[in-house]
């Protein structure tokens, strides 16, 4: 069966520190993946998304960005934290086996708190 | 731009049928439409989703209308547990669009 993982689960850091979240997909190939941001109180933001090893498209302007070194690896970087990267950031794959219907499956979170 | 609208909140009592409406007067005609729910500090989980005709499954019930403008998820009848926000999302190409969402309460 596909599981989705993400690390870490919680992150406290000061601003202007650098930032890694690393998201991993089991159990199926060629997934596109795909990085969200959820803001307190609010709905979820598309950051990136990867249809394949080295292609990231990305949605919003910032000071973030994504690497798909590996299939199944996803990874959210920052050189420098700003206080409104806090936020919840969620990784979701989903399956190219399936029809162009096929559901997202979503990690399970890592929470960002920029002090 | 989410794409869709929908109201920011509502409330249901236990053991009674919910209709949550979502608009999507921009879509095109190859857009599906997804419902996902989303459980505090949880990533959100799949409900249901459909192009043109009305679509049932274990966990709720999706009417769309005629001209795609708009869709209503149901739930038949709402429980404690179906407490949540609800995103009704545009499939496009390879980009999953959430709102802001519809925070549901359920009334004991």
């Known amino acids: 069966s596909q599981t989705i993982h993400q690390w870490p689960a919680t992150l406290v850091q000061p601003v202007g520190s650098p930032l890694s979240l690393e998201c991993t997909v089991e159990?199926?190939?060629?997934?596109?993946l795909y990085w969200y941001r959820q803001a307190a109180g609010r709905g979820l933001q598309l950051l990136f998304y990867?249809?394949?090893?080295?292609?990231i498209s990305s949605e919003v302007p910032q000071n973030l960005s994504a690497s798909r070194p590996q299939d199944r690896q996803f990874i959210l970087s920052s050189k420098k934290l700003l206080l409104s990267d806090s936020g919840f950031y969620l990784c979701?794959?989903?399956?190219?086996?399936?029809?162009?219907?096929?559901?997202?499956?979503f990690g399970e979170g890592s929470r960002l708190t920029v002090l | 731009d989410a794409k869709t609208t929908q109201p920011n909140s509502m409330e249901s009592n236990e053991e009674e049928p919910v209709h949550l409406p979502c608009n999507h007067s921009?879509?095109?005609?190859?857009?599906?439409i997804h419902w996902y729910r989303q459980l505090p500090s949880q990533g959100p989980e799949y409900v249901i989703h459909?192009?043109?005709s009305n679509v049932n499954n274990r966990m709720a019930s999706l009417a769309i209308a005629e001209d795609r403008k708009s869709s209503t998820l149901i739930l038949h009848r709402a429980t404690l547990r179906d407490a949540a926000v609800y995103y009704c999302?545009?499939?496009?190409?390879?980009?999953?669009?959430f709102g802001t969402g519809t925070s549901l309460t359920v009334i004991p």
């Open positions: 979701a794959w989903r399956g190219l086996g399936l029809s162009n219907t096929g559901e997202l499956f």
């Open positions: 159990g199926t190939s060629n997934p596109n």
């Open positions: 990867s249809v394949g090893i080295g292609q």
């Open positions: 921009t879509i095109s005609g190859t857009d599906y």
């Open positions: 459909g192009l043109t």
């Open positions: 999302i545009r499939f496009t190409g390879n980009q999953f669009y």
